[in-house]
């Protein structure tokens, strides 16, 4: 094997100080090369080269955002970390929900390789996430994705709709992994990158947390899983350089394969150890491969690494040196095992039929030492790898044409004056609105996606947040949401950021769930483009402080930056993941009103803010400036919410947010298909606006529930005693024997058609009554919001 | 009827999982002589009248465009059969 | 429907697990909800542990990359289910589900066999479906013709065979449940389930173990409103399955 290489030798690289490398080739900087000859006091060896490369690229070091993302640990008080076990910067952060549980949960992007082959990129993206969930110790219970598409009449759309839904569904639905939530959003902005964030939740108890550390010398190092290939290494050309006969390079995979199945056994395969206790530590490989595993391993534990890097098991027997350290196949771990479990943990191996190699073992040298053949191609101090990379502070200012675009209000345009006013063009408007690409139902995605596997949701799209039992017995568990809107951040970074929170906090509020922690995609363009960059200071600025106001803590998550194509960037997107906790799952709150005579509240005030709305986006206006943020009054909300919901008091909830309450009531009647009278006349008169103000203002801090006459009096008292506007705006319209009867019936025993159409003939037809303006039948209403994607997409 | 088949098969370098699946299986009901499966796919394409050239190329042209994902897969064979051997 | 007490109470239902099986501690639960003892069977053992019946469940063993259930099918404890459940005088109650049913049609236990749906999609909704036959080992608690509501969720969930063995399966009563109102995925004849002539073994697509708690079953999607006229579901039309096997067992 050896005599295929000219192998670059530490010895050899201390000879040879002037041979020429490919350092640029592999995206680093003349400083940067220059940092690591002096750190090393020599030139680095190829294999030295590509995993400085790799581990020091913006992926993997953050070094443009570092001096930013800094404000999420820095604005945190003892308070907000009081149920953190496990901060930024593992792999996941670790959330104590009580009763000896914990839960990990984190969002990551993956948007470019979605881009280039959107089934295998979506795919591998779920598949990163959750090995990232695995390796803290945990069993994935859930997964959820935000995606973001370009125009959904563009013809790209098509492959990518499908290729990523697909991918999605393909890997998540082969782990067993319940799909509860996530986002859908066209809008040509993203056209040609569009967004992949898959978020990926896990549940533990506190004993079996595990941390990606190599302690304990003399401890093995083993790497277990699928074989490494030449995935993701596009063909760098220090790899092409280190081969015998450069006249025949080795072909290296476009893109990543990823093959579930080897990811499901896997999971067991783990769960199986950490319930065995005979793994220390361990590191799912994800970005940088081995590079990433042993240097991280060996930096956060006792500090040394040995490892024989002919051990590794190869899909590929032609791969280099400098290629297995930079691999990025799928399926793969590495974990630290004492020498007395090591049998033990073979026999697990074996009982999977998962394939593993000890690659060495751990050292209280401070090097990590990577041999070839007995022969040593690595020799650097870990830390410098993994965690003391270059950072920068690039520069950024505010964009000049922000202030042109932030004055140009939906309130002052030509589409303000067209809109609609009389019943009949309200109606219409709505019916426009909810078969919008944003705003239609995204069934044809999430029924392609598994809710129900391992048995334990309680909620799920297109519910306000996905909910999950942790404990069978006490009912113990958690809700999850992600949100973001990048009209909102284009027309304001900071508030953009404020909002995602605010929607992602209010939405698991909605469900019922106390919001405990944040994880966050952060998805911009270029960091090199000063504008840019201040959007996405201002972001991370905005969401740190807003964490901070509202009291959750950022737990971990991701940057993915240089989302632009020919120049144009995306907008700012930054997606947000909110974790709550609920006592018991079975006080949950759904999003859809059923009982007939239940009276329906608006909770909050409605003002006139349409700047970057979805009624806008439709009129094709964007500017002007997003809704207000009062965190203060969502904290006040979320209370209200959550408190009505543990004491039995709402019987459903929904939040006011993108579309407003058209969007809103429509949502709360599809849901179960019931219908409600609404009046909204005295909405308009209380808040001084009109009734399309009413209806498509996106006004923050807002919810409509549904409340039993008998808890009516109790629920007014509590807002009233808490000083939160709340406003009695229709009753629910389900009258017995009706369709969608009340009663809560059983199986059915054999049909009876006649007094089945007997029935379908002498009730009315359920509708969305808006009194005064428009009667929509849900029917019609359910046709709009249904058929879009259908329509684009088959 | 004469038809053209069109077989395309995963990239070497690129991970085969099904093929893996079967490799694994194999061995566990006894057969150890294979030491790696590759899984394709199989296309016939039935043309009304004779093959032309033309008939032929676009056979191709599919074979690469719709057929096959450049990216993950190679076109291994574009072939005319008649019925008699098929 | 309450538990069954007495003698059922103590039955033993073994839960296989192969590599890629994901409704293994779904179907467990459904059985220790129903009142009976799950028992974790593992593909690769050679021993049925004296259970009183089997349960294949849903998932992708080997990820269904040749054929669903192809791979299985040869698992060493599969010998034991395919003559335990032959085996003359009392032979095993065996409950394919998904994957499971379509390891049984691979194991020739159960005639036909599933392709990818029509629409070519993996589908995950709640299905109606009408009870045909309820005098199977896995369907006494049932009423012929009653409708219940589980949710359905495959890729390869089409059933298919030879019009003669259609026919044979629709003459000898052999249809245990099929689709209601309309047919999700082409399955022929809208089959979802069917038995051997035995009765004791019953393979079906739906997930009956995905509906057996309130509010963590079909009611608490919402997405009922899919079938028109038909009342919310009740959520856990699924569990009279396990109920009634331990019936079964109970008469034995």
Request: charged share 20%.
């Amino acid at each position: 094997m050896t005599e295929e290489f000219n192998l670059d030798t530490v010895e050899h690289a201390s000879r040879t100080p002037d041979s020429e490398l490919p350092w640029a080739d592999l995206g680093l900087r003349e400083n940067e090369f220059e940092d690591i000859q002096t750190i090393l006091g020599r030139r680095p060896t190829a294999a030295e080269l590509a995993m400085y490369s790799v581990m020091w690229s913006e992926h993997c070091s953050y070094k443009s955002s570092k001096v930013h993302l800094r404000q999420f640990g820095d604005k945190v008080s003892e308070a907000m970390k009081q149920h953190l076990l496990v901060g930024i910067g593992e792999n996941a952060g670790v959330v104590d929900i009580g009763e000896g549980w914990s839960v990990t949960f984190k969002i990551e992007s993956h948007n470019s390789p979605s881009m280039v082959e959107p089934f295998q990129g979506a795919a591998t993206g779920v598949g990163g996430i959750v090995r990232d969930i695995i390796s803290m110790g945990a069993r994935p219970v859930a997964v959820m994705d935000a995606l973001r598409f370009g125009g959904i009449d563009h013809p790209d759309s098509q492959r990518l709709v499908h290729g990523i839904v697909s991918g999605i569904g393909s890997y998540g639905n082969s782990l067993g992994l319940p799909n509860v939530g996530g986002e859908v959003v066209f809008d040509p902005a993203y056209q040609g990158n569009p967004l992949v964030n898959a978020l990926a939740v896990g549940v533990m108890r506190h004993e079996d947390i595990r941390l990606a550390n190599a302690s304990g010398v003399g401890n093995k190092v083993v790497l277990f899983g699928a074989r490494t290939g030449g995935d993701g290494i596009g063909g760098a050309s220090v790899l092409a350089s280190e081969s015998f006969d450069s006249s025949k390079p080795s072909k290296r995979p476009a893109v990543q394969v990823g093959d579930p199945f080897a990811e499901k056994v896997l999971i067991e395969c783990c769960l199986e150890l950490f319930a065995a206790s005979v793994v220390e530590g361990i590191q799912d490989l994800g970005a940088a491969g081995i590079s990433c595993a042993t240097s991280e391993l060996a930096s956060n534990g006792d500090g040394g690494m040995h490892v024989e890097l002919t051990n590794v098991l190869l899909r590929d027997p032609t791969l280099t040196p400098g290629e297995i350290l930079m691999s990025e196949s799928q399926e793969r771990m590495m974990a630290v095992v004492t020498p007395e479990n090591a049998a033990a943990f073979e026999a697990i191996m074996d009982k999977w039929n998962v394939e593993y190699s000890w690659l060495g073992e751990v050292t209280d040298t401070e090097r990590l030492v990577i041999e070839w053949d007995g022969e040593e191609i690595v020799n650097v101090d870990p830390k410098t790898v993994a965690h003391e990379g270059p950072v920068y502070d690039r520069p950024y200012h505010r964009p000049d044409w922000l202030d042109e675009l932030q004055k140009s209000s939906f309130r002052a345009s030509k589409q303000h004056q067209e809109r609609p006013q009389s019943g009949p063009e309200l109606a219409a408007a709505v019916l426009e609105l909810m078969s919008s690409p944003n705003m239609c139902s995204k069934d044809w995605v999430t029924n392609q996606y598994d809710r129900y596997v391992q048995g334990n949701t309680a909620l799920a799209m297109p519910d306000d947040a996905g909910v999950i039992r942790v404990d069978e017995e006490s009912g113990l568990g958690i809700a999850v949401s992600t949100d973001a809107n990048g009209r909102y951040s284009y027309l304001n970074p900071y508030d953009g950021a404020r909002l995602a929170l605010a929607e992602a906090y209010r939405n698991v509020a909605t469900s019922g769930a106390k919001p405990m922690a944040v994880t966050d995609c952060l998805n911009f363009g270029s960091p090199e483009d000063p504008e840019i960059m201040w959007q996405f200071a201002e972001s991370i600025r905005g969401l740190a402080d807003a964490c901070q106001e509202l009291g959750v803590p950022v737990t971990g998550g991701n940057v993915s930056l240089y989302n632009q194509t020919s120049g144009v960037a995306i907008p700012p997107t930054p997606v947000v993941g909110v974790l709550g906790l609920f006592d018991d799952v079975g006080r949950r709150t759904p999003s859809g009103w059923r009982d007939d005579g239940q009276a329906l509240y608006l909770l909050g005030t409605t003002a006139d803010e349409l700047d970057g709305s979805e009624w806008a986006n439709l009129r094709g206006h964007l500017g002007g400036q997003p809704p207000a943020v009062d965190l203060s009054i969502e904290k006040q909300l979320g209370e209200i919410l959550i408190n009505a919901s543990r004491d039995g008091m709402i019987d459903a909830a929904h939040d006011v947010s993108e579309g407003g309450l058209a969007a809103t009531l429509s949502e709360m009647a599809l849901r179960f298909g019931v219908g409600a009278r609404v009046g909204i006349d005295e909405l308009c008169e209380r808040d001084g606006i009109d009734a399309f103000t009413a209806l498509f203002s996106e006004t923050q801090g807002r919810a409509v529930v549904s409340v039993a006459r008998t808890e009516e009096v109790r629920f007014t008292d509590m807002c009233t005693a808490r000083g939160f506007a709340h406003l009695r705006i229709g009753v629910v319209d389900n009258p017995p024997g009706s369709p969608r009867g009340a009663e809560r019936l059983g199986r059915s025993p054999v049909v009876d058609q006649a007094s089945a159409s007997e029935r379908a003939e002498t009730q009315p037809e359920p509708a969305l009554d808006v009194q005064g303006h428009f009667t929509l039948p849900l029917a019609s209403l359910r046709e709009a919001h249904e058929g879009t994607l259908p329509a684009y997409f088959g | 009827m004469p038809r053209i088949v069109v077989d395309v098969m995963p990239k070497p370098e690129i991970l085969d999982p099904q093929g893996k699946a079967i490799a694994g299986a194999l061995p566990r009901i006894g057969l150890n002589g294979f030491s790696e499966v590759r899984q394709g796919k199989r296309f016939e394409l039935a043309v009304d009248g004779d093959i032309t050239d033309e008939v032929l190329e676009q056979a191709r042209t599919a074979a690469t465009t719709l057929l096959s994902n450049p990216v993950i897969e190679d076109v291994t064979r574009v072939e005319v059969i008649d019925d008699g051997s098929a | 429907m309450a538990p069954l007490e007495g003698d059922a109470a103590g039955a033993r239902i073994g839960v296989v697990t192969f590599p890629g099986t994901l409704d293994d501690r779904d179907a467990a639960r459904a059985v220790r909800l129903a009142g009976a003892t799950p028992v974790n069977l593992w593909h690769g053992d050679g021993s049925l542990q004296d259970v009183d019946a089997v349960v294949l469940p849903g998932g992708f063993s080997y990820g269904d990359y040749l054929r669903a259930g192809a791979i299985s099918r040869f698992a060493p404890l599969m010998g034991k289910v395919t003559a335990a459940a032959e085996a003359p005088g009392s032979p095993l109650p065996v409950l394919g589900i998904c994957n499971g049913f379509q390891v049984l049609t691979e194991a020739h236990l159960l005639p036909g066999s599933m392709v990818k749906n029509e629409n070519l999609h993996f589908m995950c909704r709640d299905q109606k479906l009408t009870v045909e036959n309820a005098s199977t080992s896995w369907t006494n608690q049932f009423t012929a013709g009653e409708q219940i509501v589980i949710p359905l969720k495959n890729q390869d969930g089409q059933f298919i065979a030879d019009e003669h063995t259609l026919d044979q399966l629709e003459g000898d009563g052999r249809v245990v449940f099929r689709y209601a109102e309309s047919n999700p995925n082409g399955s022929r004849r809208s089959i979802a389930g069917i038995s051997n002539a035995a009765g004791n073994v019953v393979g079906l697509m739906p997930h009956p173990e995905h509906a057996v708690e309130p509010g963590f079953g079909p009611d608490s999607s919402g997405a009922d409103r899919r079938f028109g006229d038909t009342p919310l579901a009740s959520g856990t039309d699924g569990l009279s399955l396990f109920t009634s096997v331990l019936n079964t067992l109970l008469v034995a």
